[in-house]
């Protein structure tokens, strides 16, 4: 009983990739930390913000493998997913989509009552990015944007008021995720134009969508750059913009047309580190300033 219970938690939280919340989630925490007044929200801020993320992200994988189920079976490289091979039934996954809405709902309510009032339309690009693919090749650009949500959403979480101050930090991380998630399209390069699933590198090409990638990334780095000034950052904050340019460097120089070896080092490893490490320069720059926040 034991082991049927632990295969069936290793099954649901691959069908969410768990372990890909590294990339959003440190950035939320960017977005709670320079919130004013800026620092340390409180314990029942932070455990909420952390539930809302965690049930909203894996509510959008779950909806994404319900929504591409059959386009899973079809390609070689997801046809041992979790839906296609039966793994998770189609009524378990849509039970699991269900109570990670309710989870979501309920963190946003506690929160605040804009955060409820917003969390309908963080929920629809949440969940609607799934289908982006099949009518545009900006589809990148979608998947960012559910990701790019994420420091607002906690600033938001914090202040309970609407600002445009985290918008620049929205177009970093969705310019960023963008030109990671056009890399990772490039396996599927001819499976996608093969059955009109719409890509950058499907319809431009490899060469052209790497152009593209980092074209993108420049964007996403700059947006760091400019973001960092508005809310007026110190030192250590632009030291993690040039820590988060020089592996994104890095990763551009792992990925050629020819050759796509590199692409899980480029992909998962480095842009971990990418959020994570950027997280930890913020958190030294918002340590070495006094804060007013509650205890």
């Known amino acids: 009983m034991a082991s049927t219970s632990t295969s069936a938690l290793r099954a649901y939280l691959s069908m969410i990739k768990v372990e890909h919340s590294v990339f959003a989630l440190p950035f939320a925490m960017v977005g709670m930390m320079y919130a004013p007044p800026t620092g340390w929200p409180g314990w029942r801020v932070f455990i909420l913000i952390v539930l809302a993320m965690v049930s ?57 009552e804009l955060t409820l009032y917003l969390s309908p339309i963080a929920l629809v690009v949440l969940l609607g990015y799934s289908y982006t693919k099949r009518f545009t090749s900006l589809c990148h650009l979608f998947v960012g944007l559910s990701l790019g949500l994420a420091p607002a959403a906690a600033w938001v979480a914090v202040t309970g008021e609407f600002s445009w101050t985290p918008a620049l930090w929205i177009a970093s991380v969705t310019f960023w995720t963008a030109g990671f998630d056009v890399l990772y399209a490039l396996q599927d390069e001819e499976f996608d134009r093969a059955h009109g699933i719409h890509s950058i590198p499907a319809w ?16 996403a780095v700059t947006a760091l750059v400019a973001a960092g000034i508005v809310v007026g950052a110190g030192p250590s904050y632009f030291f993690g ?40 320069f913020c958190l030294a720059d918002v340590l070495m300033k006094p804060t007013t926040g509650p205890s």
């Open 56 to 112: 909203a992200r894996s509510a959008a994988m779950a909806f994404n493998r319900i929504a591409d189920r059959h386009i899973d079976a079809m390609n070689p490289r997801t046809a041992a997913r979790e839906l296609p091979t039966g793994r998770i039934s189609l009524s378990r996954a849509g039970l699991f989509l269900v109570i990670s809405c309710g989870l979501f709902f309920l963190a946003a309510a506690l929160l605040n």
């Open 204 to 219: 431009i090409g490899k060469s052209r969508a790497i152009f593209v990638s980092r074209a993108f990334h420049v964007i």
């Open 241 to 280: 913009t040039v820590f988060v340019a020089g592996l994104l460097l890095y990763e551009q120089s792992l990925v050629r047309p020819d050759d796509l070896t590199n692409l899980n080092l480029a992909f998962f490893t480095l842009n971990g580190y990418v959020s994570v490490g950027f997280f930890l």
